[in-house]
């Protein structure tokens, strides 16, 4: 792994039982706040037998190197969670294997089901919330809980008119179908202590994929919607400035190291790190499989987000803002591409798409799917 590489390796021991995490930040993240030599070498590792201890390690992790590896805590210890609970779900570890929070997690989780074990965006597993779940059986399905309040309703209706809609849709809008996941439709879930939750069910575009390589990148010049009050608005813009420039944000990624049979992680803390002038270098480490830039992945998204351009060019009836392009490609290169193809992507997260009250263009989304494939083009032309 290079010095400059940041994110987070998961690697599994022999006997099944999540043993190292190998959590990274490159030598330039490493400031003067780093403590104990921890960054020394670019790397912080934590090692341990018990799976139980890494939140803890990954939690004080997060404050070496200048807040940079906050990407430790959420990612790491995220993933350290997920694992942990599906491998105790499957009887691999024991309960006394589980951190406090994995157990809390257990005791919610609704019968017959369990969490994506490859979720890099969304609202997550923590403080007695869901993030998204499987069916078991229904693996091909994406359970997506309803977030709260007007924001969670307006995605329920967004998807509802765009897939149950009887009457005529809008072309703008019949075109769009294309691009977005498969909605199944809406289910109330209880959970273990009782409480009902709602949850989208959507199509799992991920499924078929051996080793799914995942990125989920927002895409717009801003992402608060036109009825955001000023402080929402000041939050956003601290959070990120640079999405005004470059027109796109890095919400997660993880990709898939053949030769290490293991992926890498990297999370919104890290996507907030990224700047104008590294955004390049960001995106080249979602097709770096360890030994080589996958090209081949890259001709294929450039061709498949066409359709994603030319709508977001031409459509003249929605405003989309923090909607996001979620991107799965085949990490495994040892055997043919499978039933799911080489590569998949997708518009999603509508919480905040409204209709247009005027006739102009969407500049917002247009913007930033222009940037965000100029990029890539950059990428394929070596333009590092």
């Known amino acids: 792994m290079s010095e400059k590489e940041a994110g987070c390796v998961r690697k599994a021991h022999h006997n099944g039982v999540l043993e190292h995490l190998v959590c990274t930040t490159g030598i330039d993240d490493c400031g003067p706040k780093a403590m104990n030599g921890s960054c020394h070498d670019g790397d912080l590792t934590m090692a341990?037998?018990?799976p139980k201890e890494h939140g803890k390690k990954a939690e004080a992790a997060g404050s070496h190197?200048?807040?940079?590896?906050?990407l430790l805590s959420c990612a790491c210890a995220h993933e350290a969670l997920i694992d942990s609970v599906i491998r105790y779900m499957d009887n691999d570890i024991s309960v006394s294997s589980l951190s406090d929070e994995a157990v809390k997690l257990l005791k919610l989780i609704p019968e017959g089901y369990i969490p994506v074990p490859h979720q890099v965006g969304g609202h997550r597993h923590v403080d007695?919330?869901?993030?998204?779940?499987?069916?078991?059986?229904q693996l091909e399905i994406l359970f997506k809980p309803v977030q709260p309040g007007a924001k969670g309703q307006n995605e329920v209706m967004f998807y509802d008119k765009l897939f149950n809609c009887t009457g005529d849709l809008h072309d703008d809008i019949q075109k769009l179908k294309d691009l977005v996941p498969r909605f199944i439709g809406c289910e109330k879930i209880r959970d273990k202590a009782g409480h009902l939750h709602e949850f989208l069910k959507l199509e799992d575009i991920t499924d078929h994929f051996r080793?799914?390589?995942?990125m989920d990148v927002k895409i717009g010049k801003r992402v608060w919607d036109d009825y955001a009050e000023q402080d929402k608005i000041e939050r956003e813009k601290k959070k990120y400035p640079d999405q005004e420039v470059i027109g796109f944000r890095i919400i997660g990624m993880r990709v898939f190291r053949p030769h290490q049979n293991d992926y890498v992680y990297y999370d919104r803390f890290y996507g907030r790190s990224v700047t104008a002038d590294t955004a390049l270098l960001a995106l080249n480490r979602f097709f770096e499989d360890g030994t080589s830039r996958r090209v081949d992945v890259i001709d294929t998204l450039l061709?498949?987000?066409?359709?994603f351009l030319q709508w977001s060019e031409k459509q003249r009836t929605l405003k989309l803002f923090a909607s996001s392009l979620l991107i799965v490609y085949e990490g495994d290169t040892s055997q043919p591409v499978g039933p799911g193809g080489l590569l998949k992507v997708k518009l999603v997260d509508f919480a905040h798409a409204y209709e247009k009250a005027d006739e102009g263009v969407d500049e917002n989304s247009a913007f930033g799917m222009r940037i965000f494939m100029s990029y890539l083009k950059r990428l394929r032309g070596n333009d590092l």
């Open 128 to 137: 007695g919330k869901f993030g998204f779940l499987r069916r078991i059986g």
């Open 65 to 70: 190197c200048n807040g940079t590896a906050q």
């Open 303 to 307: 061709e498949q987000l066409v359709p």
């Open 211 to 214: 080793r799914p390589a995942i």
């Open 48 to 50: 341990t037998s018990n």
